[in-house]
């Protein structure tokens, strides 16, 4: 059975820095792409970063250069190191598994299968 694990959050003043972490396990961790997504209230939940099975990253341009993505294979854990935060930032934010059938499609929600439960970030200014 699958299972994805996120902790990490936490309430944080604008510009402060968080680490997310998703411990995951039931599956085959290295055949999977792993992303972030976070959703806010009354918004669509969005792709944030994305790592490849290949190693290769993706952000969404509001996080580029804040947000890193990494992950540790023999953990099977992936990570979002969160930096600068700002208020528009605050959401519950979730890991997903997924086999993206290109690379245009891996922030894109509809191709991940497994999600976690989430963790919120709220950023206060």
């Known amino acids: 059975q699958v299972h994805l694990v996120e902790s990490g959050g936490g309430s944080v003043q604008s510009g402060g820095s968080l680490r997310l972490s998703c411990a995951a396990s039931?599956?085959?961790?290295?055949?999977?792409?792993m992303g972030w997504f976070r959703q806010a209230p009354g918004k669509e939940r969005e792709g944030v970063a994305v790592?490849?099975?290949?190693?290769?990253?993706s952000y969404a341009d509001a996080v580029k250069g804040r947000f890193t993505i990494f992950q540790d294979n023999a953990k099977n854990t992936l990570y979002l190191q969160i930096n600068s935060l700002k208020p528009e930032d605050t959401a519950r934010y979730y890991c997903?598994?997924?086999?993206?059938?290109?690379?245009?499609?891996?922030?894109?929600?509809?191709?991940?299968?497994?999600w976690g439960q989430g963790t919120q970030v709220t950023v206060s200014s």
């Open positions: 790592i490849d099975s290949d190693g290769s990253t």
């Open positions: 997903a598994a997924g086999r993206p059938l290109g690379r245009s499609l891996l922030l894109s929600r509809d191709e991940y299968m497994y």
């Open positions: 039931g599956y085959t961790y290295s055949l999977y792409s």
